[in-house]
Structures are given as C-alpha cells and as structure tokens.
C-alpha cells in the first residue's frame, strides 16, 4: 500500500490543525492523498510537496525567504517518501526544521512524531 489509511491520514491532519504552521513541506506525495490531508487540516497555508524530480540539495534558505518565512519554528515537515528515514531526520535537523513527521512503511507501519 502506498497512500495513508484512516489513522495516520487522522494523525496528520490532527497535527498540523494543532501546529498551525505556516509553512508545511511534504516529500513523498504520490496521488496527493497526504497533500489533500494537509489543505484540510490548514486551507489557507502553503504547501511545498517535493517528488523524486526534484534535487536532493533544496536551498532551503531562499525557499523559505522567498515564502516569507524567518521563524522554523513555523514549519511542519511531512516525510513519506521512502527513504532512508534516518537521513532524512539528520537532514532536516540539520537544516533548523524542528517539527517533523515522519512515516515509516514497513510491516509494523510505524509513524515516528518529533512535535
Ligand atoms: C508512500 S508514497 C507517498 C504516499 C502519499 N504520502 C499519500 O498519502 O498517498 C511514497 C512516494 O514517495 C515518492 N518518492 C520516492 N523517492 C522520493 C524522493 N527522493 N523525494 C521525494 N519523494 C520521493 C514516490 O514517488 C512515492 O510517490
């Protein structure tokens, strides 16, 4: 299975209704389930949904400037991507992001929250 079910699509969209950031980023859309699950929770807020076509090294610098955003306090981070979630949570980290979901898609379909 690729999308979301019922409970971490709830899961999502509970979080970024208590978050109210003002930025989310999405890696890993496929259909946009997940993309749809993020308007729901916050219709007026952007939305960046990265797909494998885009390059790994985003200057997240000038993304979120050209965003008006200064505070990443503000931004929620949604991985669901496939990919080494490790590096994943390094990369972000490392890049100041601080609220992160990731969902991991393994046979005990883990879904890991750093709020
Ligand atoms: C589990 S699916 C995403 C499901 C989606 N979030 C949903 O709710 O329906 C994983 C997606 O990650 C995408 N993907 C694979 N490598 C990626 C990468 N390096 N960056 C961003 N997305 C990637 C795949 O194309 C696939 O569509």
Redesign the pocket.
């Known amino acids: ?4 079910g019922f409970d ?2 709830f899961g ?1 969209w509970f979080m970024a209704r208590w978050l109210k950031p003002d930025l989310m980023i ?12 993020l308007r729901q929770a916050m219709p007026e807020t952007w939305i960046i949904s ?5 390059p ?1 090294n985003v200057d997240w610098g000038s993304v979120l400037m050209k965003r008006g955003i200064s505070d990443l306090s503000q931004v929620l981070v ?1 991985f ?4 080494n979630e490790l590096k994943r949570l390094k990369q972000a980290l490392t890049a100041g992001f601080q609220h992160l979901i990731l ?1 991991i ?1 393994t046979i005990l379909d883990l879904e890991i929250i750093i709020p």
């Open positions: 299975m690729y999308g979301m971490h699509s999502l999405e890696s890993g859309a496929f259909k946009g389930h997940s993309t749809w699950v990265l797909s494998p076509r885009h790994e949604f669901d991507d496939h990919q969902r898609t």
